[in-house]
DNA sequence: TATGAATGAGTGTTCATTCAT
DNA sequence: CATGAATGAACACTCATTCAT
């Protein structure tokens, strides 16, 4: 009935149940943001109101917790992405406005967790990390269209610079990084404004390579 | 015969186990490097080819032996720091090399263990840091003195940068990691040099703002 | 008896774990007993039958078990006093019989323990110890006016001198020590009687003196 | 002191070898005395002023270490015996002198060390055990002979009610079970005065008696 | 179905004892 | 002979996961 038909994990689900499972998810990502990957399941589910068996009867275990948050984290990013290109005129400036929005959503505490064990094959996986890529490839290709973007980068280089610069040092409160992460972010973006002022090492990284654990690639 | 007179934590230490010492030191910063900062200790010793408890005879606990490979690091980075100042021509470009082998030093792997328990008042640990912070704010008034650094930006600024964008992701190789580092290290770097190309949110973060747990400056 | 609503510490517990809690008590006095108070809590487990981690499921800690299980024989041996009181003529031969059933529950393995890290402000200790002390002084005051008992001793030291004979012998079985236990309370409490047949040094120890960790008195 | 000749362990030891095994012995009483007999073994080279490697060299184990400290306590307390009842008239306050010394002397916190895995066929041992019960019962005995000292106690009974009203309470400083224990001495003593004021349940405990491990005897 | 309870495997840390200088 | 160092075998305690109500 609802539109959560974006998630159809279980066709017919107690309204109890999906509640809970939203509130697990919920709980999950604040729990990975305050205290780290390594929270313990118990608190996740103290934090829900729930039992920890009831965790469990959602998720199979801590790496399917993790996929499902990644995964809703996805979403929400890639609205992001769709929204700033629909809403900003300046290209670059939708760019900007995506990367700090993504910032909020405190993505930098959940991408990490996609390296651990993550099931890349997962179709969920598979057709969110589409959505993901097309979104910001839009964005960037719009921003390089206009000449605002250097040539030398891709999707995947900012995604992972973007992972990067956001995620909570451990043990430092969220609010001890937060004042950093928006002036680093508006330096890296500065960096990637065109013309570029240096010659980058390497070969831009696709959201293709991401999903590959071994690379030869230079 | 001069002795390592820069750690002199133990007067008269015996050869070998001064030797076992500086395994267990390597073998440190090689497991935090591949497996996060919650690798076992035991591990670590394997690593290094001792048993468990010697380790317990050089270190206290994990916070200790963090403490002493942070403060190995430090040396090695404030190092660095020292020699581009003395051997590039280019301001801008001595930063640059900075930062590019303080990223070969993992750095990104250990100062994030600054922030957990890290004691922050130990005399060792506050003469290592003004050091590295002399060092730094010398490559960086330099650059700025020459004009190639933008003026909104601080030594705070640059090593949680440096930290976090070499930061190994959990879980993956760290060559995975390595592909992107020296890119996004570059674009960052593009985006430090002067004229700046937007302003920045917040203010300048020195060195000393990264001691403190507690910031309201926004 | 006392009835069980004494100690209500969770609601509703499961009828199960309800009996798993009362094993792993019994377990534990029993394991003190027999291998003093730095027994393995493995060990108290697999007495009990249960698992390491139940046990730290209803007991947050070793010092957290002992506290239960001294207040568990605490109750018992305040019941015992009562009783005494109650059901015996002879004031003094109603202290005889607290004594020597106190002994039968090998009070001695289990006050000791009060003394170590022993939470003295818990609610439920200052409650017990308030009957307890009641209990007693209204035994040996009832001993006194009959003129039964010597008048410079108090409570306290009644407690502790008991406590110090039916300790056990570390590593001794316990049938060793039982041998002798009955027959040195006889003879301290021969020692008790009126008229006082030598100065004692020192001041009564009253119940509170007990509680108290420094005393200068003498 | 007893001459030196009596525990001649090693023929020719020298001098500083002599003194460091003093030097152990005394700290190992005194640890024993503070920390309770599980007071680590380094605990006690330390106080020493020893390495702890040199421990083991006079002593095979902690078993052996104990088994040196109780012989050397034993010896001092059979001096006690044989001082009391050589210059004191009044045989019953020799005999309340013995025991009050023997207090002094911490034999509480010494002699259950006897019990745990103590090797009592170790000729030293029962050379000493002889001579000390030889002491302790010519002090009962002529306190006996003089018709002061009831008729159903023997030497084993005292022994145990002595070392066990003398044990240190685990992790009470010493001073503050020294508060009592002379009192409660005093009182044990008053109660072994003829004429009985009561009849002892079991059979009087000899010397010999402490020795078996196991006794159906009541 | 949701839940509290149970559990075994794992980790940090200590300590008695042995080894090498 | 004396010592600092090394070590493996404990033990306390945690947590992901399964079980029973």
């Known amino acids: 009935m609802s539109d959560t038909a974006e998630l159809p994990r279980q066709r017919h689900l107690r309204a109890d149940a ?12 604040t729990a990975f ?12 589910a103290r934090r829900a ?6 965790l469990y009867r959602h998720f199979a275990d801590r790496k399917d917790l993790i996929q499902q948050v990644t995964l809703a984290s996805m979403d929400r990013i890639a609205e992001e992405a769709e929204a700033a290109l629909a809403e900003e005129e300046d290209p670059f400036q939708a760019l900007r406005r995506f990367v700090h929005r993504a910032a909020d959503e405190r993505i930098g505490s959940l991408c990490p967790l996609l390296s651990e064990g993550f099931d890349k094959s ?8 589409d959505r993901l890529d097309a979104a ?6 719009s921003a390089r269209q206009a000449g605002k973007l250097r040539e030398d980068v891709a999707a995947g280089d900012l995604m992972v610079a973007l992972t990067q610069l956001t995620r909570p040092l451990p043990g430092m409160m969220c609010d001890g990084i937060d ?7 508006q330096i890296f973006l500065d960096g990637l404004q065109a013309p ?4 980058l090492p390497g070969s ?12 030869g690639a230079m």
Chains 1, 2, 3, 4 share one sequence.
């Open 33 to 44: 943001v305050d205290h780290g990957p390594d929270v313990p399941l118990d608190e996740i």
């Open 196 to 199: 570029a002022r240096s010659e």
């Open 18 to 29: 999906s509640r809970n499972r939203e509130r697990i998810v919920d709980a999950a990502r």
């Open 204 to 215: 831009p990284a696709t959201f293709e390579d991401l999903a590959q654990p071994q690379d």
């Open 122 to 129: 997962d179709p969920e996986v598979v057709r969110m990390r």
């Open 49 to 54: 109101g729930v039992g920890n068996a009831t």
């Open 136 to 141: 910001i490839l839009a964005v960037m290709e």
């Open 179 to 185: 004042r950093y992460v928006h002036r680093h972010l």
